[in-house]
């Protein structure tokens, strides 16, 4: 079993910065995947960022040049750092993690952009 804690989230101003933290335990192995998800209201969840534990990086296309995921290995802990930020970020953000076929996700964090 891996625990998955979040932090981070909160409201913002368009063109602000955010930054969401998630710090994983228990019984994880040396090959993974961390990132995120959002799901916004009335749509489906969907990708934002993921980062491998060889340091492979994905970004849905909405996202790319504004947000900037990162990982430490010794802790066990993704970043999502989160600039720009616009109106159609607004969603719940669940930190994500994969390994050997089982994937768990955290409680989410609420980000909310508006003026």
């Known amino acids: 079993q891996v625990q998955l804690v979040e932090s981070g989230g909160g409201w913002v101003q368009p063109g602000g910065s955010l930054r969401l933290d998630c710090a994983a335990s228990?019984?994880?192995?040396?090959?993974?995947?961390m990132g995120w998800f959002r799901q916004a209201p009335g749509k489906q969840r969907e990708l934002v960022a993921a980062?491998?534990?060889?340091?492979?990086?994905n970004y849905t296309a909405s996202v790319e040049g504004r947000f900037t995921i990162s990982r430490d290995l010794r802790k066990n802990t993704v970043y999502l750092q989160m600039n720009s930020l616009k109106p159609e970020d607004t969603a719940v953000y669940y930190c994500?993690?994969?390994?050997?076929?089982?994937?768990?996700w955290g409680q989410g964090t609420q980000v909310t952009v508006s003026s």
């Open positions: 994500h993690f994969y390994q050997r076929l089982f994937y768990y």
């Open positions: 228990g019984s994880i192995l040396s090959t993974n995947t």
């Open positions: 980062v491998t534990s060889g340091g492979r990086i």
